[in-house]
DNA sequence: CGGCATCCGGGAAGATACTG
DNA sequence: CAGTATCTTCCCGGATGCCG
């Protein structure tokens, strides 16, 4: 490993997970273990040989796990550690500061953990008040569901019990409707979102997660 | 750049200030301008190449700026845009992370700015309770006040008005007393670390920053 | 399908020496 | 003092092939 030699903190962080690739493997796997293959198809520009590397130091370093799952799956997985989760409030400080930056551009394409991590990150808790909610996303074959109060945004995988309401559909649709201010309705136009139960609850769920103001270019 | 081609703002972030030794270049400038020269000893494992690059990748990204102090001293600093100080969550939240490291080895050698920062992002609310105090540090040339309160630590660059409280050494031992335990007096003693003023402050200050728990190995 | 090994090209990082 | 220039090394990324 390439050191820093330095007690500070911050650079034993980047030493544990200042590789190329490492955070943003890190993200993929904050809603729950995953599979190679999903790594893969999550993060299209990062090759195989590369992915294996990383996943390989990071269980070295202790951020997450190669097991697998009991049967009848009794597939193998990655899933992070404790100390791995913990490494959340790094990647909400990143993306909170990049949201400002004048050269982001929001229309490259957005995975479904990223995507509802970002809803976590940005949640208003005074736009949220008074709301208690289960929402369901089916992005292609990954399902999750949201428990949303006015404090916390809840993620896990799976379809959940009884939703007030699910939204169908790529993660850039969503994307587009909740930080991108297009309307719901154009959107169902275009084939590209599917809202099912509560639409009113569907449209102020849009509102609850702003993004801060950019910086002048 | 080497892109990532992701919305996700973690990525975006990666981009701006995912290279070598850019995060701990803005750690350094994080309480103000400094000079080239001053980046050298701060950072020694960096070279003056990669420096060189790093300062103008983070100044066209606009990050930080290369400018020219007034007269008489007409001397190149580079300063971080406002912009670039809103990083400094990025480099606490990973801090926090790390500190909990069981490969983390705190003998190694910090800066002082690096250590002034670990007091901000490690103060403890509760055990400054009613506190405030003006207290100086010097590490060398380099001279710092800290203006300290329940809430907030207050640094810049300078010589204190009046302060009740100067610490005269290396940031190393200064570290050793307040993140390592090793008691004042042995610095002393060992003329490692010279204090002048308000002692029993001095005292409780070494409390006030406290690293949070280990995992184990 | 889910990896791991290997080879290769390009580019970034590191060490050192040098210049205005 | 504040950077360049140059050279070497190593990491990253892509492709391919192997093996369970």
């Known amino acids: 490993m390439r050191r820093y030699d330095d007690a500070c903190g911050t650079a034993h962080a980047l030493e544990l997970l200042g590789d190329r690739w ?5 993200r993929e796997l ?18 195989a040989n ?19 799952l009991p049967p009848p799956a009794s597939v193998p997985v990655y899933e992070l550690t404790p100390w791995g ?33 970002s809803f976590r990150t940005m949640l208003d808790r005074q736009r949220a008040k008074g709301i208690d909610a289960e929402v369901g996303f089916r992005f292609g074959d990954d399902v999750y569901r ?19 309401l699910v939204f169908i559909g790529s993660p850039m649709a969503l994307g587009a409707a ?20 509560d639409r009113k609850l ?3 769920f849009t509102t609850l997660f702003p993004l801060p103001e950019k910086l002048p270019t």
């Open 22 to 26: 490492a955070l943003l493997i890190l």
């Open 30 to 47: 904050m809603l729950g273990a995953r599979r190679f293959s999903q790594l893969r198809a999550d993060l299209p520009g990062l090759s």
């Open 50 to 68: 590369v992915l294996t590397q990383r996943l390989g130091e990071l269980e070295s370093r202790g951020l997450l796990l190669h097991r697998t």
């Open 85 to 117: 989760y913990e490494t959340e409030p790094i990647t909400q400080a990143m993306g909170r500061w990049a949201a400002r930056s004048p050269h982001h551009d929001a229309s490259l394409r957005i995975s479904g953990v990223s995507l509802l991590l």
């Open 146 to 164: 949201g428990h949303l109060t006015p404090s916390l945004f809840a993620i896990s995988q799976g379809a959940p019990d009884d939703a007030q």
């Open 178 to 197: 909740v930080h991108g201010g297009v309307p719901i309705s154009k959107l169902e136009k275009a084939g590209a979102l599917t809202v099912i139960g």
């Open 202 to 204: 569907a449209q102020r």
